[in-house]
């Protein structure tokens, strides 16, 4: 016979086996940081984005083309790693493992 364990959000006792609490809807699985997805990171990543590329025009304009095509390349691969974003999320979440969380 399985014990009962207690939700660590709201203290209610539920079932050891449970998934969801039925008193705040906590969730025990799999969640991701909410840091990591939250729109001021990604607000912060397309500002860089997009410093980036203004530098690289400026300074393409102005025929230093070495520096622009430089950065350009850079410009190509963080846009490149901002595309794998989601995957690096879900190996981080599988990473650390289940554990107990709620939406926000």
């Known amino acids: ?4 364990t ?3 959000f709201c ?4 079932a050891a086996q ?5 008193n705040c809807n906590a969730f ?3 969640s991701t940081d909410e840091s990591m997805t939250e729109p ?9 984005l997009w410093g980036i590329t203004a530098v690289s025009l400026v300074l393409y304009s102005t025929n230093r083309s070495n520096v622009a095509i430089t950065l350009f390349g850079l410009l ?12 690096f999320i879900a190996a981080i979440a599988l990473m650390r493992g289940k554990k107990w969380w709620r939406r926000h």
């Open 28 to 30: 025990y699985g799999y």
């Open 76 to 87: 190509g691969l963080l846009t490149g790693l901002m595309g794998f974003r989601p995957f």
């Open 18 to 22: 449970a998934t969801v609490c039925g």
């Open 11 to 14: 203290r209610n006792a539920i």
């Open 6 to 8: 207690e939700c660590p």
């Open 40 to 48: 001021r990171t990604l607000l912060r990543t397309v500002a860089i």
């Open 1 to 4: 016979m399985a014990t009962n």
